[in-house]
């Protein structure tokens, strides 16, 4: 027998690849050599030792295989948080919280979340989170580091122009080259088919027979492949905001389309209610889709500085409008101040707030493996077209994501497309969970990140799935409506499934006067997967 040893928290540097751009793009991607559920040998159960970690929470490590083709072999170490049950009498097991990303810290959601989860989920569940591999404390992986990363967001702008294509995929592989540089030993093994057979480890060492889970926006991917995965194993699954599993990892063009989209349709949306009501929006003099369009050019030609040194441009508009739009519309009247403010040159505007390096830490990892689970086609030719495409069908915050660094989901293609590292943990079967309990899935009707039709999908891929609906603004359903919010609690408490064709129609609507603070829920500084620098939150239930 192998004896294992653990993976070193940050990874030595590999030789540079010196593959000409050409090649990359030529190269073959590996994939997983086996599919399935099992693996020929068994890898230990993590043993975990808990210690307080301040506030009622318990903190431990876990060690799971690096590669579960060797599940005997070297071992990686993941972080992992929880908090008992505030009442053991009701206790029911353990439920597992999943944030988005990739790139988010379990750990993280759970601690700030946890006071604002409903008192039933409290009472009846520990509640237990974790960093997956690669990412926050289970060996964080970096591709640009800190500086190269600002130099590349600095350069960015909100108005590519006619000739921004090339610079963005040769900026697209020198990412993947320092991500090789970097983090290439830990590269071919973060992929979430690995993720999901983590969490089936994790579920044993807790001594849970069955899943418990609640998994937001790109959580719900990882919970889609492990039900399909471990099917048996689900006594309930949540996945909010969900994703088209088959069109994400194996349609990838198909799955993108959309996802821009529904995040222009969610900015023109706002811009449609700033120019009913002004009153309350403050932005545009008349015509703020006019006003948007100039605001980012202005930006563009003339950055504003900001109190740390930095600058930002019509990019940094864009950025901080893509994550914090996730909000619904309680947000937009603090949008029409943010956006005037910028207007004014007035750098305490939260959206002339460039990305930090905390966000980096999030960025990285978020590329990293969307480029390991998606199956790109290698042919520059079809990527010049979709990205080309993409960017003039989503004309007001398209093009910067499409001809920007790689940043978040709308960036990944020119990456994606020129990678060349092994994907063994990629998962590429069925996503059917024949056998499964019954599965809540919810989408919102306006969401700008994750499609309403990929939750629909996804309800109809599964074998045994329950869609709900919430007509609404904004990312995800649990914890922005009290209607979903409580199917939510009957589901994972008591099992009960809502009934068919179940909607919930409550949003929260736009103050009617811009509020001098931020609503609550609502954050208005960082991102919103991944929040006051790398912290993701579910909002107070309403």
Not at 425 to 439: E, L, M, T
């Amino acid at each position: 027998m192998t004896t294992p040893h653990r993976i070193p928290r940050r990874f030595g540097r590999l030789g540079v690849l010196g593959a000409a751009l050409t090649a990359l793009v030529v190269a073959g991607t590996a994939t997983r050599a086996t599919a399935g559920p099992e693996t020929p040998k068994t890898p230990p159960v993590p043993s975990l030792t808990w210690s307080d970690c301040q506030g009622g929470f318990e903190c431990a490590n876990a060690d799971v295989p690096l590669d579960y083709r060797e599940p005997q072999g070297r071992t990686i170490t993941l972080a992992v948080v929880r908090k008992k049950a505030a009442d053991s009498t009701k206790r029911k097991g353990t439920l597992f919280m999943q944030p988005g990303g990739p790139g988010n810290s379990g750990v993280d959601f759970v601690r700030n979340n946890y006071a604002d989860l409903p008192a039933a989920l409290r009472d009846s569940f520990d509640v237990f989170g974790y960093d997956v591999r690669g990412v926050g404390r289970s060996s964080a992986l970096t591709c640009f580091d800190d500086a190269r990363y600002t130099q590349a967001v600095t350069q960015a702008k909100g108005v590519p122009g006619p000739d921004a294509y090339g610079p963005a995929l040769q900026q697209a592989a020198e990412f993947d080259q320092a991500c090789q540089d970097n983090a290439g030993e830990l590269l071919p093994y973060i992929g979430t088919e690995y993720v999901a057979r983590d969490i089936d480890l994790l579920r044993q060492a807790l001594g849970e027979q069955q899943l418990t889970y609640y998994g937001r926006s790109f959580g719900s991917y990882i919970g889609t492949v492990y039900a399909a995965m471990f099917p048996k194993r689900v006594r309930a699954l949540t996945l909010d905001g969900a994703y088209d599993p088959d069109h994400y990892a194996n349609r990838p063009y198909a799955y993108d389309r959309p996802q821009y989209l529904a995040l222009d349709g969610a900015m023109g949306r706002f811009l449609d209610w700033c120019a009913a009501d002004q009153a309350t929006c403050g932005f545009g003099d008349g015509d703020p889709r006019g006003a948007f369009e100039k605001l980012k050019a202005d930006l563009d030609a003339d950055p504003v500085p900001t109190a740390n040194g930095g600058r930002a441009n019509g990019y940094t508009l864009v950025y901080r409008l893509m994550f914090n739009i996730n909000e619904g519309k309680v947000i937009w009247p603090s949008f029409g101040e943010a956006l005037r403010k910028a207007q004014l040159r007035d750098n305490t505007s939260f959206l002339l707030r460039p990305p930090s390096p905390a966000s980096f830490d999030f960025l990285g990892p978020n590329v990293a493996v969307e480029c390991v689970d998606r199956d790109y086609p290698r042919d520059l030719r079809r990527l010049k077209r979709n990205v080309t495409a993409n960017a003039k069908a989503a004309p007001l915050l398209g093009p910067a994501m499409a001809y920007g660094p790689p940043t978040y989901d709308h960036q990944h293609a020119t990456a994606c497309v020129q990678w060349t590292g092994e994907r063994v943990s990629r998962y590429d079967g069925s996503y059917r969970a024949k056998g499964s309990a019954p599965i809540l899935v919810l989408g919102t009707t306006g969401d700008p990140d994750t499609p309403y039709q990929d939750a629909v999908a996804l309800s109809r891929q599964l074998d045994n799935a329950s869609l709900l609906t919430f007509e609404a603004e904004g990312h995800t359903a649990f914890g922005r409506s009290a209607c979903a919010t409580d199917a939510v609690i009957a589901y994972l408490v008591d099992l009960k499934v809502p009934a068919k064709g179940k909607t919930c129609a409550d949003e929260t609507q736009p103050p009617s006067s811009t509020p001098k603070v931020a609503p609550p829920g609502t954050t208005l500084n960082e991102l919103r997967n991944g929040v006051d620098e790398r912290v993701e939150r579910v909002g107070a239930v309403r």
